[in-house]
């Protein structure tokens, strides 16, 4: 599964938030091969991501259909976005995005809840033909004279905005193009590559394969806070559920625009969603193993119910210096229902330090150091103990620890909009099992910025 968000644009504003008004954290300027204008109606650009990893032999006492595999691997992710937007009015625009994205993770994408590459693509009939990442409507309605400016880049064209106001977005997007955002972890082209630094790895949101979905958000905003709803379908086998009484997906989230810091700019956001689906049981699947009814375990073998899955998570930025940002997130979930859409986490910890080049005499360069743990609950841990499969884990057996790691990355800026990157990871406990791992992890990246 590819995961093509929002917070892997790479052209990263330098508000981490959609449009936020004054004060920002400071991020680092993106350079581009071609210039774009911020008088245009319309918006073209355009990336590519070229990510090359290995990790050597691990230890393992046994493996199964969903393990990292003990010997050494390589694999490398490619993927190609082309950004399209028009302006039709000060207040009004369409944003179209195509995308094309191939090449599997390690052991087909399996066997790590923070698994390495987040531009991995995850089902193996997903072919490297285009398709629609993203079309979406966008209006803004001010309230009162007051405007602040705000950055151009491909999600949003608007150079100027009321100080107050109420933002409507209908369309297919990704729910983590404006929820749970993080300019410090929060981008696989320029920054960090785990899933569980990059992204909330207990937020389990609403995706199709490719990571995006249909929907509807709305969004206020005002100098001192903001607030975002957001309502979309949910996902069933390839596709998504057009039926909301069968699946549907609520997002909450409020953010404070200040930091932690008196006189330094930050932002806290808190999280909240709610999943309905024909999601299988931990605790119902344990029970059927126990019961010698279905062996092993098997989440999908279940009655067509609807089952609920809700979590929430607090996310936060802090500007500690002009050139360096600290970032972090925790998330939990119910842990109840299987996991639908992202990752195998029911709770997590990410926090992360990035370092702007400047600091060295490199203003375009950035480095990064991050630490994760991911957990589940125990009827989770307890399903893969009974040899149960999951949507990334399943060792034919499991003796539970947590999953814990370290993330660093470098990137240089080497002409116009040719960036390279080194990226080495450190995970122990891979999958939550305390017999395999841990396991190095070193990359190589290419990011072109049109």
């Known amino acids: 599964m590819a995961w093509m968000t929002a917070n892997s644009t790479a052209q990263i504003p330098e508000l981490s938030t959609s449009q936020v008004p004054e004060p920002t954290v400071p991020a680092g300027t993106i350079i581009t091969m071609f210039r774009h204008s911020d008088e245009t109606k319309y918006w073209i650009s355009g990336q590519m991501n070229f990510i090359f990893q290995y990790h050597p032999p691990l230890y393992a006492a046994y493996s199964g259909t969903n393990s990292l595999q003990p010997q050494a691997e390589t694999d490398s992710s490619r993927v190609l976005t082309l950004y399209t937007g028009y302006e039709f009015t000060p207040s009004i625009e369409v944003i179209a995005d195509?995308?094309?994205?191939?090449?599997?993770?390690?052991?087909?994408?399996h066997g790590v809840a923070g698994f390495p590459n987040l531009d991995s693509v995850r089902q193996p009939d997903l072919g490297p033909q285009?398709?629609?990442?993203?079309?979406?409507?966008?209006?803004?309605?001010?309230?009162?004279?007051?405007?602040?400016?705000?950055?151009?880049?491909?999600?949003?064209?608007?150079?100027?905005?009321?100080a107050r106001r109420l933002e409507l977005r209908v369309g297919k997007f990704s729910l983590v193009d404006f929820f749970d955002i993080n300019g410090v972890n929060g981008d696989s082209h320029l920054q960090f590559l785990n899933w569980a630094v990059d992204q909330n790895a207990s937020y389990d949101f609403a995706a199709d394969p490719r990571g995006y979905t249909w929907g509807v958000i709305l969004e206020y905003q005002c100098k001192k806070w903001g607030l975002r709803f957001g309502e979309a379908l949910s996902p069933v086998g390839e596709g998504l559920e057009w039926n909301l009484r069968k699946g549907n997906t609520?997002?909450?989230?409020?953010?404070?625009?200040?930091?932690?810091?008196?006189?330094?700019?930050?932002?806290?956001?808190?999280?909240?969603?709610?999943?309905?689906?024909?999601?299988?049981?931990?605790?119902?699947?344990?029970?059927?193993?126990?019961?010698?009814?279905?062996?092993?375990?098997?989440?999908?073998?279940?009655?067509?119910?609807?089952?609920?899955?809700?979590?929430?998570?607090?996310?936060?930025?802090?500007?500690?210096?002009?050139?360096?940002?600290?970032?972090?997130?925790?998330?939990?979930?119910?842990?109840?229902?299987?996991?639908?859409?992202?990752?195998?986490?029911?709770?997590?910890?990410?926090?992360?330090i990035g370092f702007i080049g400047n600091l060295w005499k490199r203003n375009y360069d950035r480095a990064g150091l991050a630490f994760f743990t991911n957990g589940i609950t125990s009827a989770h841990a307890q399903y893969l103990a009974y040899g149960g499969l999951g949507l990334l884990l399943g060792d034919g057996g499991l003796k539970y620890g947590r999953e814990t790691g370290v993330a660093s990355y470098y990137t240089a800026h080497i002409w116009r909009g040719i960036y390279e990157g080194a990226d080495l990871q450190f995970i122990v406990h891979p999958g939550y099992n305390t017999v395999r791992g841990p396991v190095f992890v070193p990359s190589a990246r290419l990011h072109l910025e049109f």
């Open 98 to 109: 195509f995308e094309e994205a191939e090449g599997f993770g390690f052991s087909g994408t």
């Open 130 to 162: 285009p398709y629609l990442a993203r079309l979406f409507y966008h209006q803004v309605f001010g309230f009162g004279t007051e405007k602040v400016s705000a950055n151009r880049g491909p999600l949003a064209l608007f150079t100027t905005l009321p």
């Open 250 to 352: 609520s997002n909450f989230e409020f953010e404070l625009h200040r930091g932690f810091l008196k006189k330094k700019d930050g932002i806290i956001r808190v999280m909240a969603y709610i999943n309905n689906a024909n999601m299988g049981i931990y605790q119902y699947a344990n029970e059927q193993y126990l019961e010698g009814k279905v062996v092993p375990p098997n989440l999908s073998a279940h009655p067509e119910w609807l089952t609920t899955k809700y979590g929430f998570g607090v996310n936060f930025e802090q500007a500690l210096g002009a050139s360096i940002l600290l970032g972090g997130r925790f998330g939990w979930n119910n842990g109840k229902t299987e996991t639908w859409s992202f990752t195998e986490a029911d709770q997590t910890i990410a926090t992360g």
